[in-house]
């Protein structure tokens, strides 16, 4: 049975977006399709909350295979974070999770929310809660490759420096975690998800983050949530280098500004409180060809 469910937060974008709300096949548990895509995957970017319920994100990595679905309504994850990683802390049972099936090199997403049912140094157990596809739109085609984790110590950000200004300039993708409650498992969920676009389509104005928001399958899973928990985590990955960016703060929607950029159909903004940053550290690089 598939149901379409939006909470309270999704219907009011809808609302203030001016759409109508939109068929969403959302099931409580995962088709052979899906369950098949994230066996081949070889990185899994993820989503959980602190416990003051602010949202935070990171990306799990393995050889494909690492991922396995024993039964419709289980993933498995033969992974975990580096123990550095603020995420490390908080995969425990019964956490919720957003989980986001990505292939860059065949642009293909799928999405999963479920809770932790089982953590330990092999990796994760998922109940699966939510399972339903997305679109192709903006995503950067990529290629993976094998490499040696190598991390340097993670560093603390109480704002956004030069190298994360730059990073940020560079970035043609980006991954949102947000949450619909304002504490671990209030309200239903966390989500991930992916934003895309050209190099530089996020504007940095001081610690300020100013994101377009393009013509998507009108879920607004992320701006719903936004509109109850206004706080949001944003990461990035240096694909060629396997680093990540991690940064976090209160999020605000312009609904009637497009800016300046083509296709936007409305912005939206970070405000940088705090984040982290952690060079080398998945054990994965990706190039633009293959190489």
């Known amino acids: 049975m598939t149901q379409t469910v939006f909470h309270p937060g999704e219907q009011a974008a809808h609302a203030l977006a001016g759409v109508a ?17 994230f066996a081949r995957l070889p990185a899994l970017p993820v989503a959980t909350v ?16 690492f991922i396995a679905s024993p039964d419709p309504n289980t993933l498995t994850i033969a992974a975990q974070p580096n123990p550095d990683d603020p995420a490390a802390s908080l995969l425990v049972p019964g956490a919720p999770v957003g ?3 990505i292939d860059l090199a065949t642009r293909r997403r799928n999405r999963a929310n479920g809770t932790i049912r089982c ?24 290629f993976v490759r094998e490499a040696v984790a190598n991390p340097r110590p993670i560093e603390l950000l109480t704002g956004l420096d030069a190298a994360a200004r730059a990073a940020i300039g560079l970035a043609d993708t980006v991954f949102v975690a947000s949450a619909s409650g ?21 504007a940095v104005d001081g610690d300020t983050l100013t994101i377009p ?10 701006l719903g949530n936004i509109l109850l ?5 944003l990461l990035f990955v240096d694909w060629p280098t396997g680093s ?3 940064l976090s703060g209160r999020a605000d929607i312009l609904w009637d500004d497009k800016g300046d950029v083509a296709g936007a159909e409305r912005l939206w903004r970070l405000h940088v409180t705090g984040g982290w940053r952690q060079d080398a550290v998945l054990p994965l690089r990706w190039t633009n060809a293959v190489s």
């Open 229 to 233: 928990n206004p706080r949001a985590s």
């Open 119 to 142: 953590s330990g140094p092999k990796g994760l157990i998922v109940s699966i809660g939510q399972s339903f596809g997305n679109c192709p739109q903006y995503i950067q085609t990529r």
């Open 213 to 222: 928001d393009f013509r998507g399958n009108h879920f607004f899973n992320t």
């Open 50 to 65: 602190d416990a003051t319920g602010a949202p935070v994100a990171t990306i799990l990595a393995g050889a494909p295979g």
């Open 182 to 202: 304002t504490g671990a498992g209030a309200m239903g969920g966390v989500d991930i998800s992916h934003r895309g676009g050209r190099s530089g389509f996020i």
């Open 99 to 101: 989980l986001l099936g």
């Open 21 to 37: 709300e939109p068929h969403a096949a959302i099931r409580a548990w995962m088709p052979d399709q899906h369950r098949a895509f």
């Open 244 to 246: 990540l960016l991690h």
